[in-house]
């Protein structure tokens, strides 16, 4: 007598779960390519992309799209992002219990130094800013909460790469980094000199590295370990000597240990 089968999928050799999982990940795959490109982008351009098939991305699209998680221009048959994904986001920086503390640090620097703070988390090989508070003097308009940018390029980066061994950063880095200027550090070799400089000095420092026209310095918020959280300040180059620049390190190295201490005694982990 047959035995009998809860899951017939199972039984007939259906991989079932596994092609659920398959169309989840590649749902993901596709809000991330979204996210990484600025520009309404058509099934094709997303098949380019992605290499997905036609079909599977008509399906993707139409769930994404009454979901909310994409919007649709319909005369040129091109999608983006939907206010879904701002929801989301949103409700990250919303619940996340470090987010108030950091944005009270933010607004002390900002005060002392008249420059723009930033509170950012690195992400594998990016820093993603969470939190920014622009100085007054500024013209820059776009807020750069959400917004990630290379670890190695960036103050904030270099903070948190700071927290890791050699041979961690040698096995998370790719041994080409990336220019986003001129002056950007583009080997392993020079980003290991700049994280003992790091730890030697107590906070990270970047001359136009990330953007012309701006330097920055930025210290690890010690709560955790390795730290996953910095802050860092922005400033004009044109505005600030070296002594200037590291006041402000300084300032930060000791305000990020303050905010460390004030964190764990909340018990923020």
């Known amino acids: 007598m047959p035995q009998k089968v809860d899951n017939p999928a199972a039984a007939e050799g259906a ?7 398959k169309s989840a990940r590649r749902a993901v795959d596709l809000i991330e390519t979204f996210a990484a490109n600025d ?3 058509s099934l094709s351009d997303l098949h380019a992309r992605t290499g997905f098939p036609r079909s599977s991305l008509h399906g993707l699209l139409r769930t994404l799209l009454e979901a909310g998680w994409l ?11 939907g206010v879904r994904a701002l929801i989301c986001g949103t409700a990250y920086l919303d619940r996340d219990a470090v987010v108030p503390f950091a944005t009270e640090a933010l607004e ?4 002392k130094t008249g420059f723009t703070a930033h509170f950012a988390r690195r992400n594998g090989t990016e820093v993603v800013y969470l939190e920014t508070r622009e100085s007054q003097r500024s013209t820059h308009l776009v807020s750069r909460v959400g917004r990630t940018l290379p670890a190695h390029a960036t103050a904030l980066g270099k903070a948190l790469l700071a927290e890791l061994t050699h041979d961690e950063i040698e096995a998370l880095m790719p041994s080409a980094l990336t220019a986003l200027t001129p002056n950007t550090i ?12 790091t730890r030697e000095r107590g906070y990270a420092a970047e001359v136009e590295e990330g953007t012309l026209g701006v330097r920055c310095v930025a210290a690890v918020i010690p709560y955790r370990i390795p730290g996953t959280d910095a802050i860092s300040c922005s ?7 070296d ?3 590291r006041r402000v390190g300084e300032l930060l190295a000791e305000t990020t240990t303050e905010l460390g201490q004030q964190l764990r005694r909340a018990g923020i982990r």
């Open 235 to 241: 400033m004009p180059i044109a505005q600030v000597s």
């Open 243 to 245: 002594d200037d620049a």
């Open 15 to 21: 991989p079932a779960e596994s092609s659920g999982v």
């Open 108 to 111: 002390r620097i900002r005060e």
């Open 186 to 197: 583009t080997t392993l070799e020079g980003l290991h000199a700049e994280c003992a400089a």
């Open 39 to 41: 520009v309404w982008l």
């Open 71 to 81: 919007e649709a221009d319909t005369n040129t048959a091109r999608y983006r992002l």
